[in-house]
């Protein structure tokens, strides 16, 4: 079965970026056929050199994700701690209400979105930053989350500077490892949800829109490396 427009495979080869892919193999073990895994679960030794870009963010009762723990990669974004205030703070105003509803996909439906971010430093300097969102279950923290860069620029945590997202994909955690594409990240629609309805009616272009599509319910899930 074919997976809904916007949703792409269920593992590694959708995440660009190493440290994103070591989080998404350890969420994935802990979790094993269960939906996701508990905040109680996750180690901070078993984490290691990634708790630098590792988050613990709660969404509130009006949906605003806030963080519960922080490393310093984000801090450094902003020059501050960043500790109890909302991921949105860390993205430009126009993509602050698209963050909002990108976690809301992420708790409602079980899925995992990798977003494609951009910062902009004085001078004209730019960081390309991959940032992921991981579901959670049980009390505590809804979402577990990292970001990382291949090559962070030497303004990070000189300047305060701001993200934005160039880019989403959502991954289904039980499509399976087999068969998946390197599919590239799909660019956001920022218009009006009329423009995008019709656009995407008259089959003119694939563009994602923040809150993710239905997904489709499975009841099985095929594993990398056969049954366990």
Not at 9 to 26: C, I, N, P, S
Request: net charge positive; aromatic share 6%; glycine share 10%.
């Amino acid at each position: 079965m074919g997976q809904p427009p916007g949703i792409v495979g269920g593992g590694f080869k959708e995440m660009r970026h190493k440290e994103t892919v070591k989080l998404y193999r350890y969420w994935n073990e802990l979790r094993g056929a269960r939906a996701a895994p508990e905040r109680r679960e996750i180690s901070p030794a078993a984490l290691g050199n990634l708790l630098s870009g590792v988050m613990l963010i709660k969404c509130d009762d009006q949906g605003d994700p806030v963080f519960r723990l922080v490393g310093s990669r984000m801090c450094a974004l902003k020059c501050r701690e960043l500790r109890g205030e909302s991921l949105a703070v860390a993205f430009i105003p126009k993509d602050r209400r698209n963050v909002q509803k990108i976690a809301g996909s992420v708790v409602r439906q079980g899925l995992i979105a990798v977003l494609d971010t951009e910062a902009r430093f004085f001078g004209g300097q730019s960081c390309d930053f991959e940032l992921a969102l991981f579901p959670l279950a049980g009390t505590g923290p809804d979402l577990l989350g990292i970001i990382s860069s291949p090559k962070e620029s030497l303004w990070l945590g000189t300047e305060c500077t701001e993200l934005e997202i160039r880019g989403i994909r959502y991954i289904d955690p039980d499509a399976g490892l087999l068969n998946l594409q390197n599919r590239p990240s799909i660019p956001i629609d920022r218009r009006s949800a009329g423009q995008a309805s019709q656009t995407a009616s008259s089959g003119q272009s694939r563009i994602a829109r923040f809150d993710a599509p239905p997904r489709t319910p499975r009841v099985f899930r095929v594993l990398d490396g056969g049954k366990k």
